[in-house]
């Protein structure tokens, strides 16, 4: 689970480095950082809900 929710992680912070890169290259004329940070939020929300899961079943013990 750990190495799952790292992997989820390191891919939320590259797609939010590739929004802030078209953000700057783009100069605000393309669609693609939107959808750079359309799929941080999808894959925000999904590590979320997997982590709630996974404590609601007791994969996971908070604190």
Known sequence: MKIFAILLLLIILYSLG?????????????????K?????????????VVMMIATYINYIHPG
């Open 18 to 34: 590739s929004a802030l890169y078209y953000m700057l290259k783009d100069n605000g004329q393309g669609t693609r950082m939107v």
């Open 36 to 48: 750079s940070l359309t799929i941080r939020i999808a894959l925000s929300l999904v590590l979320f």
